[in-house]
């Protein structure tokens, strides 16, 4: 694919809570610094349209994230990509498998469920949703882990890149942690899942043919054994 998409935007939005009351505000803010970083270079490499919407601090409330989901366009082959870095927890109750994403202060929540129904109701070509929090029934739990993981290197050449956000078609959906289980930070390199899933596809992005599901795995396996991701990917034949 040559020349500048001119017709998809990639619509990113990042939210974080990085409240004092959270107690991960540097680790919040090293998750986004990365992503934002990330969304950039896909931009730079697939030529795409990237506007990234970040809601931290007082502005990360429930009816912003809703403001934003409404006002995403309603046009073909768009890309809605949003992440969440914070407090997460499931409910004795809750039978899905995916964690409750807690807004600052536990005042309210969002869940992927919620988030892939809204999206879906703008006809995106591809969905993904990702969360970087604990899926386990204890509301406060923090877990860190100061040297765990070891900066990886880097392709330099991105051509996965174009493969998985430019020939791909429908839902990813991931999170930090399967039922049950915390998800492991630190101050340096923020959340243990987000370091290893941006790792995963930089790391392997000269691959032209990169996939969400060689992605995942790769994840996962740096994650073990103190933690693993959950995933779903549904995708449909590019036309």
Not at 73 to 95: L, S, V
Not at 102 to 114: A, F, G, Q, R, V
Request: net charge positive.
């Amino acid at each position: 694919m040559k020349g500048k998409n001119t017709r998809t935007m990639l619509h990113a939005l990042l939210i974080c809570d990085d409240s004092p009351h959270s107690g991960l505000t540097k680790e919040t803010h090293v998750d986004i610094e990365n992503m934002r970083a990330f969304l950039k270079k896909v931009a730079k490499t697939t030529k795409l349209r990237v506007k990234i919407h970040n809601l931290s601090g007082k502005k990360t409330t429930y009816n912003n994230v809703l403001y934003w989901v409404k006002s995403l366009p309603n046009k073909r082959n768009q890309i809605f990509f949003c992440y969440f870095a914070g407090h997460g927890y499931r409910p004795e109750t809750n039978k899905s498998p995916w964690p409750y994403c807690s807004l600052p202060n536990h005042s309210t929540h969002i869940t992927h469920e919620w988030m892939l129904s809204e999206l879906k109701k703008h006809n995106p070509r591809l969905s993904i949703i990702l969360s970087d929090c604990c899926n386990s029934t204890d509301l406060s739990e923090s877990v860190f882990a100061e040297k765990r993981h070891s900066k990886s290197k880097k392709n330099k050449k991105c051509k996965g890149l174009n493969h998985l956000f430019l020939a791909t078609r429908g839902t990813i959906i991931g999170t930090a942690a399967s039922p049950g289980q915390p998800a492991f930070c630190s101050r340096q390199i923020g959340g243990l899942f987000t370091r290893s899933f941006l790792d995963a596809i930089l790391s392997s992005s000269s691959h032209k043919y990169l996939s969400w599901k060689h992605v995942a795995t790769i994840t996962q396996t740096q994650c073990e054994p103190l933690q693993k991701p959950f995933f779903s990917i549904s995708l449909q034949n590019h036309p």
